[in-house]
């Protein structure tokens, strides 16, 4: 028998067939934290007017299952004047888990946060987040992409670049233009990418889904709207599938692109009663899922 001797990099190369590399991943939503094809909550802000706390409570109640919370908001009638960022002691870490334990919600994503081009103050942002379990940061701080970059790498944190809409008078504003973050994003680590605002798309005269099919595979979360008129500043938000940002074309559009991340719910108006309509919202995704 003749021994036949293979060079080592064939061998490489044969490894490299039967075992790929995997891509890195963001934290995976349980299923039992989904609405029908989707994981759905809010984002902290739709109830800003009360503590963080009850803004959990509140998700729960609209029938939402995860959260995204935002940096400032008070952390319960309990504490006073403490609020809800990433200087929070282990003590109160604990005390909003405990919150959200006991309300079912999972909290997922954190932002709007301005991410510093300062590696040591940005890394607090960073370990906050992956101490509380969230999956993303959203930011619109595109200044600090390298440093943003060298973290998510390091935590396994990912990053959605929000936009709110596009400002005529201020050309230094990019974010709005799916265009613009598609070209920030795409050569950059996979677990960094948009934070769609479908509502500041609308404002923008965007079409919501025309910005997801050309953020296809960048899509990291979403603040879902649907406002009452299109191309204007001005619109309100109304309930899921009543206004002009063809919310049926989205969950389509992410539905078809295999989008795993999570949808919250920013509804900016009915500030003070605004949980009727905020679950009339997950109504429409839950229904969405039974149609579909």
Not at 7 to 19: E, K, M, Q, T, W
Not at 34 to 48: K, M, P, R, S
Not at 50 to 68: N, P
Request: glycine content about 10%; charged content about 25%.
């Amino acid at each position: 028998m003749k021994l036949v001797l293979v060079p080592l990099l064939a061998l490489s190369s044969i490894a490299a067939i039967f075992s790929p590399a995997q891509e890195p991943f963001l934290r995976e939503i349980p299923k039992t934290h989904y609405t029908g094809d989707f994981a759905v909550g809010c984002q902290a802000w739709t109830f800003n007017r009360f503590t963080a706390a009850e803004a959990v409570q509140m998700t729960a109640a609209a029938g939402g299952k995860v959260i995204e919370f935002f940096p400032g908001q008070k952390f319960s009638k309990d504490y006073g004047d403490l609020k809800f960022d990433h200087n929070l002691s282990d003590k109160h870490r604990n005390e909003m888990r405990k919150i959200l334990g006991n309300n079912g919600v999972i909290a997922i994503n954190y932002g709007v946060v301005g991410v510093p081009n300062d590696e040591a103050e940005a890394r607090k942002i960073f370990e906050f987040a992956k101490d509380m379990g969230f999956r993303s940061i959203t930011t619109e701080s595109t200044g600090s992409i390298d440093v943003i970059e060298k973290l998510v790498k390091e935590t396994g944190v990912g990053v959605g670049f929000h936009n709110h809409p596009r400002r005529p008078k201020d050309p230094n504003y990019k974010v709005w233009d799916p265009n613009y973050i598609l070209a920030l994003v795409k050569d950059r680590d996979p677990r960094i990418g948009a934070c769609a605002d479908t509502g500041h798309w609308t404002r923008s005269g965007i079409k919501p889904v025309d910005a997801l099919k050309i953020l296809d595979g960048r899509v990291i979360s979403l603040h879902m709207k649907d406002l009452s008129s299109f191309g204007e500043v001005s619109a309100h938000d109304q309930v899921f599938g009543t206004g002009h940002s063809d919310i049926p074309a989205v969950l389509d559009e992410l539905k078809r692109q295999g989008f795993a991340g999570n949808i919250s719910i920013e509804y900016e108006y009915n500030w003070d009663n605004s949980i009727t309509d905020v679950a009339q919202c997950v109504g429409f995704i839950r229904g969405y899922g039974v149609q579909h």
